[in-house]
């Protein structure tokens, strides 16, 4: 037993940080709070770009055959998305880097909620919807909870989550961001509100 407390008091500060790995690594919370103190130093964010509508038309999204049910299982029309800024974020409830942005895309979706030309499609792609339910839930996430109803264009998705695009009031992409990002920050929210400003 002494032979223990020796080796503690040698080497505590070794044991409590392999303890503390193990946690993150085997926790999906722990690791999402990980990545979130990442996130929030603003080095993973993207910028919305310049619009290439004059260079690229295949940067423009065509909505048809772009379906989402919410909730009560409504099929959400994404045609009448046209003249909106639109914010899309693929998401699922076991992804840790899901989890570590998400604090953030509620505080962008509480920003611009009631604002009638921003719509949020946060779009949910566990196998089993009811547990991304469930994390909405538990965590008192109150962002729209829409899973797809078709085929997603691969444009917007390519396998990636979280994956984030924001569409302009032309359809135009001017963000498409694959991993982790911190959506709450000042600086994006100018950059919306330049969208915004815009006209159709």
Same mark, same amino acid.
């Given at each position: 037993?002494?032979?223990?407390?020796?080796?503690?008091?040698?080497?505590?500060?070794t044991?409590?940080? #392999? &303890?503390?790995?193990?946690?993150?690594?085997?926790?999906?919370?722990a690791?999402?709070?990980?990545?979130? %103190?990442?996130? /929030?130093?603003?080095?993973?964010?993207? /910028?919305?770009?310049?619009?290439?509508?004059? %260079?690229? #038309?295949?940067?423009?999204?065509?909505?048809?055959?772009?379906?989402?049910?919410?909730?009560?299982?409504?099929?959400?029309? #994404?045609?009448?998305?046209?003249?909106?800024?639109?914010?899309?974020?693929?998401?699922? =409830?076991?992804?840790?880097?899901?989890?570590?942005?998400?604090?953030s895309?509620?505080?962008? !979706?509480?920003? !611009?909620?009631?604002?009638?030309?921003?719509?949020? &499609?946060?779009?949910? &792609?566990?196998?089993?919807?009811?547990?991304?339910?469930?994390?909405?839930?538990?965590?008192?996430?109150t962002?729209?909870?829409?899973?797809?109803?078709?085929?997603?264009?691969?444009? &917007?998705? =390519?396998?990636?989550?979280?994956?984030?695009?924001?569409?302009?009031?032309?359809?135009?992409?001017?963000?498409?961001?694959?991993?982790?990002?911190?959506?709450?920050?000042?600086?994006?929210?100018?950059?919306?509100?330049?969208?915004?400003? %815009?006209?159709?």
């Open positions: 037993m002494e032979n223990v407390k020796i080796w503690i008091r040698k080497n505590g500060s044991a409590i940080l #392999t &303890l503390l790995f193990i946690i993150v690594l085997v926790n999906k919370d690791k999402a709070w990980l990545m979130r %103190q990442v996130a /929030s130093t603003g080095i993973l964010n993207s /910028s919305i770009s310049e619009s290439k509508e004059h %260079q690229n #038309t295949s940067a423009r999204v065509s909505y048809a055959g772009f379906t989402v049910k919410n909730e009560d299982g409504t099929v959400i029309n #994404t045609s009448a998305l046209q003249n909106k800024v639109v914010f899309i974020n693929f998401w699922a =409830s076991w992804c840790p880097p899901c989890r570590a942005e998400f604090p895309v509620q505080k962008l !979706y509480d920003q !611009y909620k009631k604002n009638p030309d921003m719509v949020f &499609l946060t779009v949910n &792609l566990d196998d089993n919807a009811d547990l991304g339910k469930s994390y909405l839930k538990e965590n008192g996430f962002i729209p909870f829409l899973v797809p109803a078709g085929n997603i264009p691969g444009v &917007l998705y =390519s396998g990636s989550l979280p994956t984030t695009v924001v569409l302009d009031k032309k359809g135009n992409i001017r963000l498409h961001h694959k991993g982790l990002a911190d959506y709450s920050k000042d600086s994006f929210y100018r950059q919306i509100d330049e969208l915004l400003k %815009q006209k159709n």
